[in-house]
């Protein structure tokens, strides 16, 4: 027995209109993702804060996160402590934070940081997602 045209005709309407949203649903996200970037590019251009992106989470604890961060003005890293923060990896963050002996890995220089330092931040792919517009 075959399937009949009109059967045919409704599993390739149902194929279209999935494709169309996904499509129009991946557009919406880009275009909010490089909208929180530019918010975050004019947060930064107000001269508070240090700009730095998370390299590499290497802990998640119950109370915060070990990681390392690039400093974006320098390209230093540094090992950071997040206070009751999993912060993703990519992330850009603005930040007000200071950095301090680490007891448990022995680091002199490890950057603390706060929920109240964080000024402003914005997932990894906002980046990404601004370059694509502008393109």
């Known amino acids: 027995m075959q399937p009949s045209v009109g059967a045919f005709l409704v599993v390739v309407l149902v194929v279209a209109v999935t494709i169309t949203l996904t499509v129009r649903s991946g557009r919406k996200r880009t275009a909010a993702l490089a909208a929180q ?6 947060h930064r251009s107000s001269g508070q804060g240090q700009p ?9 604890g119950r109370r915060g996160s070990k990681a390392v ?3 974006c003005d320098t390209g230093w890293q540094q090992d950071a402590w997040f206070w009751n923060w999993h912060v993703p ?3 850009c963050l603005l930040v007000n934070a200071s950095s301090g002996y680490g007891p448990h890995s022995r680091n002199p220089n490890v950057l603390y940081v706060q929920p109240g330092q964080v000024l ?16």
Do not use: D, E, K
């Open 89 to 91: 990896v990519g992330a």
């Open 69 to 71: 961060v690039t400093w």
């Open 52 to 60: 730095l992106q998370v390299t590499r989470v290497y802990q998640r």
């Open 37 to 42: 970037w530019q918010a975050f590019q004019q």
């Open 120 to 135: 402003a931040w914005v997932p990894g792919q906002a980046a990404r997602a601004a370059q694509r517009i502008s393109q």
